[in-house]
């Protein structure tokens, strides 16, 4: 038996800890959305084998929240001894007759949204992994596949079947969602139909690493940057929605998801325009943002956006780790821009200049950001867990000051180019979070697959935005990129 190991996962993981412990912050999620054509019984078992091949190789995977804290009161995480299949794995069967709560999405797009509210909304149980996943079995649908659904009568049909890799946000950044997703379908694709059932619980008998700390691998005490390097500061200029931040009363906590999805065409073409233009589609969707709540809110002094980057470059760790080597950037839009938005008449040229140059402002600060190692100074300030504690608890009471959120996970490609070689196909990938108390008031989230089409899953608290606000967002953001694509 391997010996227990236990750590408060550094920095990163003060920060989140302290945010779940508070009801600040819940999770986060990287969804897979797979086909595949295996009776179920056999996906299911090719799937246990997997999750517990991800499990021996990433060791993050092995630790969750346990009951000893600090002499400071940080919670500690531990090494498990052994591992259950009820405590990661949750399989939920939907009917064909499931309906979809919202004209905008399929029945079982209604079905994962709900999912991922509940899961995002729940706080994490003591003693149990600090992560698990979602397996949401589908009926074929027509719009899924691409065609007329085979009948149930036949033998094998092709089905959508749903992987949600929820964590606890201290033990893994949004990249290593991707990361997790990766080790499944490499591990799914090597594992035979015949294999013998796996067995659980899975007995932890190999050495468990100590977790991959973003601080061991950066020098935090780096020299004091001259005043011409120092990164721009803005934090205490107003910003959208300025609302007063309060926790919900009671149990009344609800984190919100909206989704859109972006056809691959759509996709390519507005990649190819960004490109024709040196900006990012991240930066080009913040521009879009900017617009249209400069619109909606007529009275917003000025936006503040926050986007999350990696640090892997900075820290060499490999892209398939699972590990939380992230920081977080701010922008800041003035009042006098959104005044000169709101002058453009909608879908102008003069308006779609005003996107570009946001969008080209973006990349320039991410550019700044980097260069002038500003990571450093954001994790170097962090408090301790008393200070930390304290701090957040001030925030109560006082006006919001981030707008929103937008990040980009990336790109979900398949393990093999070979369509008789895939037993399960990623057709779409979406990332999503729990929405944030004291934070900014929505975040936007993109993620993709190659050849396949974007998702923009947007995230919320319930109360602290209206739902038509999100939804008008969410259509205006789709309708703007198709007219992209459309050379409108």
């Known amino acids: 038996m391997a010996e227990q190991k236990t750590s408060t996962f550094g920095i990163c993981g003060r920060m989140f800890s302290i945010a779940h412990e508070l009801g600040y912050y819940r999770s986060v999620a990287v969804t897979g959305i797979y086909s595949s054509s295996l009776w179920k019984v056999d996906l299911e078992k090719k799937l246990d084998a997997s999750v517990q091949a991800a499990i021996r190789e990433h ?64 706080f994490w149980p003591v003693g149990k992994p600090a992560w ?94 001259p005043d011409s390097e120092q990164p721009l500061m803005h934090g205490d200029q107003p910003a959208w929605p300025g609302d007063t931040i309060s926790l919900p009363p009671g149990n009344g906590y609800r984190s919100r998801l909206h989704m859109a ?65 992230a920081a977080s950037m701010a922008m800041y839009l003035p009042g006098s821009d959104l005044t000169a938005i709101r002058k453009t008449q909608p879908q102008s040229q003069e308006e779609s200049e005003h996107v570009i140059k946001i969008a080209k402002d973006f990349s320039e600060s991410m550019a700044r950001e980097v260069a002038t190692s500003s990571y450093i100074d954001e994790l170097r300030d962090v408090p301790d867990a008393i200070e930390f504690r304290k701090s957040a608890l001030g925030i109560l009471g006082k006006r919001r ?29 979406m990332m999503t979070q729990s929405g944030s108390v004291i934070g900014h008031a929505f975040s936007v989230n993109c993620a993709s697959v190659i050849g396949g089409p974007l998702t923009l899953s947007i995230t919320w608290s319930n109360g602290v935005v209206e739902d038509e606000l999100i939804k008008s967002l969410s259509l205006y953001l789709k309708r703007s990129l198709e007219r992209l694509s459309k050379g409108e």
């Open 132 to 225: 698990r996943i979602i397996v949401i079995h589908h009926p074929a649908e027509k719009s899924f596949l691409g065609g007329a659904a085979r009948s149930d009568s036949e033998t094998l049909e092709e089905r959508r079947f749903d992987i949600a890799f929820v964590f606890h946000h201290a033990i893994a950044d949004g990249l290593s969602g991707l990361a997790f997703h990766n080790a499944i379908m490499k591990h799914f694709s090597l594992i035979s139909n015949a294999s013998s059932e796996p067995e659980w619980p899975l007995v932890v008998d190999w050495d468990v690493s100590l977790p991959n700390l973003v601080e061991d691998r950066i020098d935090l005490n780096n020299p004091q940057r």
């Open 401 to 429: 000051t981030k707008s929103y959120e937008i990040s980009n996970l990336g790109v979900g490609q398949n393990p093999t180019a070979d369509p008789d070689a895939k037993p399960m196909v990623l057709q779409r990938l």
């Open 261 to 325: 999805i972006v056809p691959p065409e759509t996709l390519g073409s507005s990649l190819k325009f960004c490109k024709s233009q040196g900006i990012t589609l991240t930066g080009y969707l913040h521009g879009l943002i900017c617009v249209f709540l400069s619109r909606e809110a007529a009275e917003a002094p000025g936006f503040r956006l926050v986007t999350p980057y990696s640090l892997r470059q900075f820290t060499k760790t490999s892209a398939q780790d699972i590990v939380f080597h």
């Open 59 to 122: 060791p993050a995977l092995c630790y969750g929240l346990s009951n000893q804290t600090t002499d400071d009161g940080l919670t500690i995480f531990a090494s498990f001894k052994e591992v259950h299949r009820d405590d990661l794995i949750e399989v939920i069967n939907y009917p064909s007759e499931t309906s979809s709560e919202e004209m905008s999405e399929s029945a079982a797009d209604s079905v994962l949204r709900q999912r991922l509210e509940k899961a995002h909304t729940s």
